[in-house]
């Protein structure tokens, strides 16, 4: 399968537990995205890479939350610290585009669903 | 700034009749615009997309959509409906700035279809 893959696909955690979700991309897919949906609710803007840079964050995504891509490949969600609020659905998207050009289709993967005790 | 509103959270049809599934944008540019269906356990799917080629979008499993720039609506649509098209479907409009687009989603609308 060569789609958007997470990792993992469902994690019960309890509050104030870390944890870290995993996405790898669409293999030659240089921008990748995080998308948070909540239930009932559709999926909200988190962050942004551009191969290893990370070019915007949202409001959403306090100081507890990092998210990184280190070789422009894969990139991990980081929560610290992790509260009832955090329970979600966490999508990862990717695309490819050329610069100055957009609405390219982003690529969703299945997500990673948390559950915060 | 973008938003989309998806002016039902419910639909329910039966099996073989019209599905018409409605979505309203506002963007203070010409905006492109996607419908993506959310089947569950399973990742969000394109159905169509508009950017700024014909107003008349046809898509995957014989969805389509209008786009009507005076009415600011893209509303999807299916001649006859299947079961397997039950799902959530997600009305987005993009925000293109700095060389990127950030998808804007719609709250979703279920689709129910019965026998």
């Known amino acids: 399968d060569t789609g958007v893959s997470q990792d993992p696909r469902h994690k019960i955690t309890k509050r104030g537990q870390n944890v870290t979700f995993r996405c790898d991309p669409i293999?030659?897919?240089?921008?990748l995205y995080w998308y948070r949906q909540t239930l009932g609710q559709g999926p909200e803007f988190l962050t942004y890479?551009?191969?290893?840079?990370?070019?915007?964050k949202s409001r959403l995504l306090s100081d507890r939350f990092s998210a990184e891509r280190p070789k422009g490949s894969f990139s991990t969600l980081e929560i610290q610290r992790t509260e009832q609020g955090d329970s979600a659905m966490y999508l990862c998207?990717?695309?490819?585009?050329?610069?100055?050009?957009?609405?390219?289709?982003?690529?969703f993967g299945p997500g990673t669903r948390l559950t915060v005790l | 700034a973008q938003s989309v509103t998806q002016l039902d959270s419910h639909v329910s049809v039966s099996e073989g009749t019209p599905v018409l599934l409605r979505c309203n944008y506002s963007?203070?540019?010409?905006?492109?615009l996607f419908w993506y269906v959310q089947h569950p356990n399973k990742g969000l799917q394109l159905l169509l997309k508009?950017?700024?080629?014909?107003?008349l979008v046809k898509g995957i499993n014989g969805f389509e959509a209008e786009f009507k720039k005076s009415e600011t609506s893209f509303h999807l649509t299916k001649p006859s409906a299947h079961m397997s098209d039950a799902a959530e479907y997600f009305c987005?409009?993009?925000?293109?700035?700095?060389?990127?687009?950030?998808?804007?989603f719609g709250a979703g609308t279920r689709l129910a279809v019965h026998p």
């Open positions: 508009y950017t700024s080629a014909a107003t």
């Open positions: 293999s030659e897919h240089n921008r």
């Open positions: 998207a990717s695309s490819l585009a050329f610069e100055g050009q957009g609405a390219y289709e982003q690529f």
């Open positions: 890479f551009q191969n290893e840079a990370q070019l915007e």
């Open positions: 987005v409009v993009t925000s293109f700035s700095g060389g990127y687009n950030k998808l804007i």
């Open positions: 963007s203070s540019y010409s905006p492109s």
